[in-house]
């Protein structure tokens, strides 16, 4: 195995920009990564390896910010917190690479534990989108999923490419296969827009 | 595969998920107590940390004396990294609440970076002319209507665990985790 460390350059990037991005960036990398593990998909496992290197990245990047912005006994005091807080999201980012590890080294999860896993587990799911679905052309930001219903898209895979948590203006095409994560009563209507079944926003 | 074999995978799967919803318990409420400064929940998050090393290593030693097939055991190993991970995330977890047990209050760029996350944690007040007030989580059914899981009530100063029994008292403080779109929805439910 061979380590990879970004070149990095210091700019200053506010704290709570960093902090933001790397707390968000490790969340979504879990719910991919299972997502991964689950269906076996190695695509999506090495792009949540190139987004663990993104957070160590940021993570670096906060820490310089931290010890640049500390100027007495009181800062330090208080900024260790923060500086706690950051390393513990990037431990998490590390458990993602972890679990997307076990796909890239080709260890897999039974087939039978996937099976049983989408049955109990309600909190994630992955849809193809039918041609019929009236989510096709639709923009994430146009659909609103999140305030409609908690659902949350976190990744569109098209043709070969993964789009890893897609921007507002990103469109939904027929046969995209969608990652998301929400309530399980939200989960269950969003598959059935997605497959079609269902050809209303609203109830 | 017989039924039997069907049955313990199935019971292993459901201590797995056991393991993955406790961790990621876990990280909202320890966000929760850096967001409340609030030194029972880190304490919860704490009580939890020990709960989860005993949970894991019953997990393991499940996976272990269930007898599968050497060309199964590939797809165990998997399975038993997955729960390697998730006493990680908790392991996380515990770290972050350990901020808030240090006593000194937390920089306030943690609250904002919280706040500003697309996952989020919150609270809110139960007043008396709310609808929620005397009655029982399920029965308002808060997921469905704001999207925001109750993840603790904290009343007189102690925090409990939510089941969907659970009454809801005026005064209480509901602790949730969500999208940040839901929480004004839950504000108003709570304190019209």
Redesign the interface.
């Known amino acids: 195995m061979h380590l990879r460390f970004e070149k990095i350059e210091y700019k200053p990037i506010p ?2 920009e960093l ?2 991005e790397i ?2 960036l490790s ?2 990398m ?1 719910d991919l990564a ?1 997502s991964a ?1 689950l269906f076996n998909d190695k695509e999506l496992a090495e792009d949540i390896l190139e987004l663990e290197i993104r957070v160590d990245t940021l993570a670096y990047l906060l820490e310089l910010e931290i010890l640049v912005a500390a100027r007495d006994v009181e800062d330090a ?3 260790t ?2 500086s ?2 950051a ?3 990037d ?2 980012s ?3 690479a ?2 997307a590890a ?1 796909v890239t080294q080709n ?7 996937s099976e ?2 989408e049955k ?2 309600e909190r994630l799911t992955r849809a193809k989108v039918s041609e019929t679905s009236i989510l096709v052309d639709k923009s994430i930001g146009e659909l609103d999923l ?2 409609r ?2 659902v ?1 898209i976190i990744a569109i895979r098209r043709n070969k490419d993964w789009i890893i948590n897609p921007k507002e203006m990103e469109q939904i095409k027929g046969n995209d296969c969608l990652i998301a994560r ?5 989960i269950k209507k969003f598959k059935e827009l997605s497959e079609g079944k269902k050809q209303k926003l609203e109830d | ?1 017989t039924q039997k074999q ?1 049955t313990r ?2 019971e ?3 201590r ?2 056991e393991l ?1 919803d406790t961790s ?1 318990l876990m ?1 909202d409420l ?2 929760s107590s ?1 967001l409340l400064n609030s030194k029972e929940l880190a304490e919860e998050v704490q009580k939890l940390e020990e709960y989860m090393d005993k949970a894991h290593t019953n997990f393991e030693l499940q996976v272990l004396s269930s007898k599968f097939k050497k060309e ?1 055991a ?6 038993i ?2 729960g ?2 998730t006493e ?2 908790a ?3 515990a ?2 609440a ?2 808030v047990l ?1 006593g ?4 306030p ?2 609250k ?3 706040k ?4 989020t944690v919150t609270y809110v007040h139960v007043t008396e002319n709310s609808p929620l007030a005397n009655k029982t989580l399920r029965e308002v059914g808060i ?2 209507e ?2 925001m ?1 109750v993840l603790a009530i904290r009343r007189d100063g102690k925090c409990v665990r939510p089941k969907p029994e659970s009454k809801i008292e005026v005064g209480d403080v509901l602790i949730a985790s ?2 940040a ?2 929480e004004e929805d839950l504000k108003k439910l709570a304190s019209p």
Request: proline share 3%; charged share 25%.
């Open positions: 704290v709570r902090l933001l707390k968000n969340e979504l879990i299972y593990a005091q208080a900024l917190g923060v706690q807080v390393s513990a999201a431990k998490i590390d458990a993602a972890d679990i076990i260890i897999g999860v039974h087939p039978i534990v049983i896993f109990v587990e999140v305030a219903m908690g949350d929400g309530a399980s009563l939200g | 595969m069907q995978f199935e292993i799967v459901q797995f998920v993955k990621e990280m320890a966000y850096l199964e590939k797809g165990f190993l998997g399975l990294r997955l390697v991970v990680k995330i392991d996380a977890a770290e972050i350990e901020v240090r000194i209050e937390p920089h760029v943690l904002l970076a919280i500003e996350a697309e996952e997921p469905e704001t999207g899981w969500g999208y779109e839901g």
